[in-house]
């Protein structure tokens, strides 16, 4: 698994579990979302009812589910977690919703991901706070309406735009999160450092959270590495050096970039004079699949600045080159 993945591995989510933020006014960054979440569970609170169905819109790694939690905290509400992919059949959300208690929190990581059948059951639920229970199979079978008590879904999505419509207009509140700047990501990195039980100062905090692609996730991750190397070099604290070096040593470079990113920037500016080359050749030149490319390095490089999508394949940017330590050739390809 890359350091630099935004997306959960397997068996990860323990170590994050200590770095949850647990309150509203713990979480860095996200200013605006913050707040707005704050005055919809504040008058929730004052009305004693279970807030508005919450939608959360944003890449992977930047706090969705942490903020489920907190909604629940904060509303001294019951959680449970489930994801759009666990739920095959309109039965397993039946199921579910059937056996919420009062103002549960109930989040729906993947929203996007879930049946037509389950979605339909699921709007419906949102609105009336009602499904109807399928009893039998085949013509005998009969649908009996079940009274929910009222509930909050919070359902998360890398991309609202690819919920149907219906659904969408379930929820009270959507909430964008976005990349965090440095400096949220240093307050983080700060508070994490001292969660784990290691000093830092801020020049060594300030290394790790410019190499963090602006997402939290990544940054407690190298956190973590800069930690192991300055505890088993014997250094008390996280300085730029202990950072660098380790970094250095998982190859996470400057501005975040890894092997594979560094390989295809590359590959694109000396094999291809920059390009354009189509993305399966791109991929050959870097010994990786296709789908590897476009998935896993190519996000981050075109959102950087260092790669551009065209309609005859990708091309360098002059800041590929610079990042290169090279001069940008001076008639661009193309
Ligand atoms: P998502 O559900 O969007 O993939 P998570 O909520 O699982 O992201 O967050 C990933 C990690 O980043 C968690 O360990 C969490 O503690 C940390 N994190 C996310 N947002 C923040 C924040 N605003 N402040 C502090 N830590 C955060």
């Given amino acids: 698994p890359r350091l630099v993945d935004p997306v959960a591995g397997e068996g990860e989510g323990a170590a994050d579990a200590a770095l949850r933020p647990k309150r ?164 983080i990195l700060a508070r994490n450092a001292t969660l784990l039980g290691v000093e830092s100062d801020a020049d060594g905090i300030r290394e790790i959270a410019g190499r963090s692609r602006g997402t939290p996730r990544i940054a407690n991750r190298l956190l973590r590495r800069v930690r192991d190397w300055s505890q088993v070099h014997g250094h008390h604290r996280i300085t730029r050096e202990a950072a660098q070096e380790a970094l250095a040593l998982f190859d996470v470079d400057l501005v975040g970039l890894d092997r594979l990113d560094r390989a295809v920037l590359e590959a694109l500016c000396h094999r291809f004079d920059g390009g354009p080359v189509g993305l399966t050749t791109l991929a050959v030149a870097v010994g990786e699949e296709a789908d590897t490319v476009e998935t896993v390095a190519e996000p981050y490089l075109v959102r950087e600045g260092f790669m551009v999508r065209t309609p005859r394949g990708r091309a360098a940017t002059p800041a590929a080159w610079q990042h290169l330590g090279e001069e940008p050739p001076s008639s661009p390809a193309g």
Avoid: N, W
Avoid at 112 to 129: G, K, N
Avoid at 139 to 159: D, K, M, N
């Fill in 24 to 187: 509203l006014a713990d979480l860095a960054g996200q200013d605006r979302v913050r707040d707005q979440l704050s005055l919809v569970l504040e008058a929730a609170r004052r009305r004693g009812a279970p807030a508005d169905h919450v939608l959360l819109s944003g890449p992977p790694g930047l706090g969705k589910t942490t903020l489920a939690m907190i909604i629940a905290g904060e509303m001294g509400a019951p959680l449970r977690i489930t994801s759009g992919p666990a739920i095959q059949h309109a039965g397993d959300l039946a199921a579910i919703l059937s056996s919420l208690a009062e103002g549960e929190v109930l989040f729906l990581d993947e929203i996007h991901r879930m049946s037509r059948a389950a979605e339909e059951m699921l709007y419906l639920a949102m609105e009336d706070f009602r499904v109807d229970v399928v009893v039998g199979k085949g013509p005998g079978a009969t649908a009996i309406p079940l009274e929910l008590p009222p509930f909050t879904v919070v359902g998360a999505t890398t991309r609202s735009g690819l919920l149907p419509a219906p659904l969408r207009d379930r929820f009270g509140f959507t909430g964008h999160l976005d990349y965090y700047t440095a400096g949220d990501l240093a307050s």
